[in-house]
Nanobody, 122 residues
């Protein structure tokens, strides 16, 4: 089992950047696929990005390709989401998730953090 804690959210102007972090507990972090999802008010939770256990493979939603970068540091049990060129439509609660296989559907992930709010002003 793994416990996840996100940090790094906040308020930023359009065009700005933020870096989210997700710290994981447990000695088996490197065995998990890690992902970021987001949920805007009144909308379903949506896939943002995922990264394989080694970090060698990454996947992105079309809406964030070229602007967001997912990475991980297995020595620090941490996964990151670097968000550049932020837009007001990126405003949401961002969640990190973990499980054994890469997936883009939230129901495929067993472990979730509590979320961190990202607000992008126009």
């Amino acid at each position: 089992q793994v416990q996840l804690v996100e940090s790094g959210g906040g308020l930023v102007q359009a065009g700005g950047s933020l870096r989210l972090s997700c710290a994981a507990s447990g000695r088996t972090f490197s065995r998990y696929v890690m992902a970021w999802f987001r949920q805007a008010p009144g909308k379903e939770r949506a896939f943002v990005a995922a990264i394989s256990w080694s970090g060698g493979n990454t996947y992105y939603a079309d809406s964030v390709k070229g602007r967001f970068t997912i990475s991980r540091d297995n020595a620090k049990n941490t996964v990151y989401l670097q968000m550049n060129s932020l837009k007001p439509e990126d405003t949401a609660v961002y969640y990190c998730a973990a499980d054994s296989l890469i997936a883009t559907m939230s129901k495929e992930y067993r472990y979730w953090g509590q979320g961190t709010q990202v607000t992008v002003s126009s």
